[in-house]
Nanobody, 119 residues
Framework: QVQPVESGGGSVQAGGSLRLSCTNS????????LGWYRQAAGKQREWVSS???????SYADSVKGRFTASKDNAKDTVYLQMNSLKPEDTAMYSC?????????????WGQGTQVTVSS
């Protein structure tokens, strides 16, 4: 299976929190990294965060200090904890694997999960 499944989105007020999940069977055993991306209506998709096979994380400046990526290797699942949400965080959030191997690099985009933050 080379297609992630995202979940955990919803509608919250500004300042609230959500935890997104991305499950991709086999990404752990194939030593894939995983990136989180978001796309607001009418805008380009942008990178949000990445996590390496060994758990090192990186973040876009816009979310640094508010979002935290983590993973559970036993479940082939990556999480994105989003705190202090702002209206500008409203977007469709998607995830995708990456890496040198064919398995990691051939992953499809998932359906995404919608996050809506009201002021």
């Amino acid at each position: 299976q080379v297609q992630p499944v995202e979940s955990g989105g919803g509608s919250v007020q500004a300042g609230g929190s959500l935890r997104l999940s991305c499950t991709n069977s086999g990404f752990t055993s194939n030593n894939c990294g995983l990136g989180w991306y978001r796309q607001a209506a009418g805008k380009q998709r942008e990178w949000v965060s990445s996590i390496t096979p060994d758990g090192a994380t990186s973040y876009a400046d816009s979310v640094k200090g508010r979002f935290t990526a983590s993973k559970d290797n036993a479940k082939d699942t990556v999480y994105l904890q989003m705190n202090s949400l702002k209206p500008e965080d409203t977007a469709m959030y998607s995830c995708k694997t990456y890496g040198a191997g064919w398995y990691c690099s051939s992953s499809r985009w998932g359906q995404g999960t919608q996050v809506t933050v009201s002021s």
